[in-house]
């Protein structure tokens, strides 16, 4: 049987993490687990985890570690057996030593993007809620203006969207950051890729993941 494949993307708020992990999801077939659209699915079913987490998402703040530990380990045992790309876990050391204590990461990619690149794109940011579907009225616009491609539904602009906010989640992401970081290149998984253009990242990320994975046949399925 073909050995599993297992990495992580990280990146700031808006650095596009969930765009790449799409394409990625999509093109070698890992199945695909967000964070933030997990807890935000949480949230909108109004189970209890989703209760516990409402006000950290709702003000980006970082939801505590044991709480994230506790949703996302069981969620990626479920997935036992199939290749999977984590986006958004692990965000801090204690998060990255509990995935690493269960699991030993093949690759994490890293997006270092400049900060007035991030301001431009979550200023033009509008997402679906309900689905975490997100858009920017000048890289992916939606079908309708103001409009969910899939459910007709309003679009909503994040408060902390907002260039001070921005600003401090930023400096939190970077302080968080490097610990984990400093863990995956004492492993040598890490790959960092800086630019301003998702679409000029893209191809570096799919020759790697082309060449880390020329062994592994993809899984068929997705999740998100
Ligand atoms: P999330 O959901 O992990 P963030 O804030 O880390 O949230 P975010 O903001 O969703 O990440 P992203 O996924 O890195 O950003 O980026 P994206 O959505 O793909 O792209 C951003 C925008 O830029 C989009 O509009 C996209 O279309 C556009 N774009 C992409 N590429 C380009 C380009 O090349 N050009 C242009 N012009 N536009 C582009 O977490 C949410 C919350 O959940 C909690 C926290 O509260 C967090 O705030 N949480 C956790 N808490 C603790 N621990 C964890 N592990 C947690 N995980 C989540």
Not at 28 to 43: N, V
Not at 208 to 224: E, I, V
Request: with cysteine.
């Amino acid at each position: 049987m073909a050995k599993l494949f297992r990495a992580a993307i990280m990146g700031p708020p808006g650095s596009g993490k969930g765009t790449i992990s799409k394409r990625i999801a999509q093109s070698f077939g890992l199945l695909y687990l967000s964070s933030g659209h997990y807890l935000r699915e949480s949230i909108a079913a109004n189970t209890e985890a989703g209760l516990l987490v409402k006000s950290y998402v709702e003000r980006s703040m970082l939801v505590p570690d044991h709480v994230m530990t506790k949703l996302m380990l069981p969620r990626l045992e479920q997935l036992s057996g199939h290749s999977w790309l984590l986006d958004g876990f692990p965000r801090t050391q204690s998060q990255a030593l509990a995935l690493n204590n269960l699991y030993q990461l093949d690759l994490v990619i890293s997006l270092n993007i400049p900060y007035e690149t991030l301001r431009e794109r979550l200023s033009d940011r509008w997402v679906h809620p309900a689905s975490g579907r997100v858009y920017n009225m000048g890289f992916n616009p939606p079908r309708v203006q103001g409009k969910d491609d899939v459910t007709g539904e309003p679009l909503i602009q994040h408060d902390d969207d907002k260039p001070e906010a921005l600003m401090s989640r930023l400096r939190h992401y970077k302080d968080v950051a490097k610990p984990v970081m400093n863990l995956y290149k004492s492993q040598g998984v890490l790959h960092s890729f800086s630019g301003t253009d998702t679409n000029r990242i893209w191809p570096y990320i799919n020759s790697l993941l082309n060449t880390k994975m020329h062994t592994q046949p993809p899984d068929a399925c997705q999740t998100k």
